[in-house]
T-cell receptor, first 110, second 114 residues
Framework: ELKVEQNPLFLSMQEGKNYTIYCNYS?????LYWYRQDPGKSLESLFV?????AVKQEGRLMASLDTKARLSTLHITAAVHDLSATYFC??????????FGQGTTLQVKP | DVKVTQSSRYLVKRTGEKVFLECVQD?????MFWYRQDPGLGLRLIYF???????EKGDIPEGYSVSREKKERFSLILESASTNQTSMYLC?????????????FGNGTRLTVT
């Protein structure tokens, strides 16, 4: 059964700094998703990663996938306050279910 | 833009009541899902459906049932609500399993069972 674990679960950082959120998964997942959730809001899709070595970037966020290591990363470059949110990764099980990690709450301080 | 609408934003129910959570999507998506979200546990899948009148158990189906009589509507039913079902419930939809499209989520229903 696919299990997805994120770390850290909470991240407080200064504006302008770089940091990485890690997402490990336990068995084969043919795709990996990243979502963002603002407080009191629903989840918004950020990235879909489909193959080993896939890298996608939007603004200050870059996501990558290493299927051999069963690891995806979400890298934040020069963080700004607007990036404060909870970020979830999710893997796709062989039955098509999306299994989510616990979420990483990012707080960017001015 | 895909719209997934959950009928209630907040609900307060008593222990033992039967509770219906409704979800409607407007993009003709085949797949629909119900998750619950609890602090520190992320999202956990309760039930999902790949087609009308079809349902599959997720990871935590106990105490819940679902109904999908029409393609656009997926209902979550708590047969006899209990306090440990107090949670945020999120409905989502997506295109068919062969497609790599992400899930589109509704705004959630925060259910409190007293």
């Amino acid at each position: 059964e696919l299990k997805v674990e994120q770390n850290p679960l909470f991240l407080s950082m200064q504006e302008g700094k770089n940091y990485t959120i890690y997402c490990n998964y336990s068995t084969t997942s043919d795709r990996l998703y990243w979502y963002r959730q603002d407080p009191g809001k629903s989840l918004e899709s950020l990235f879909v990663l489909l193959s080993n070595g896939a890298v996608k970037q939007e603004g200050r966020l870059m996501a990558s996938l290493d299927t051999k290591a069963r690891l995806s990363t979400l890298h934040i470059t020069a963080a700004v306050h607007d990036l404060s949110a909870t970020y979830f990764c999710a893997g796709s099980s062989n039955t098509g279910k999306l299994i989510f990690g616990q979420g990483t709450t990012l707080q960017v301080k001015p | 833009d895909v719209k997934v609408t959950q009928s209630s934003r907040y609900l307060v129910k008593r222990t033992g009541e039967k509770v219906f959570l409704e979800c409607v999507q407007d993009m003709d998506h085949e797949n629909m899902f119900w998750y619950r979200q609890d602090p520190g546990l992320g999202l956990r899948l309760i039930y999902f459906s790949y087609d009308v009148k079809m349902k599959e158990k997720g990871d935590i189906p106990e105490g819940y049932s679902v109904s999908r009589e029409k393609k656009e509507r997926f209902s979550l039913i708590l047969e006899s609500a209990s306090t440990n079902q107090t949670s945020m419930y999120l409905c989502a939809s997506s295109l068919g399993t062969a497609n790599n499209s992400p899930l589109h989520f509704g705004n959630g229903t925060r259910l409190t069972v007293t």
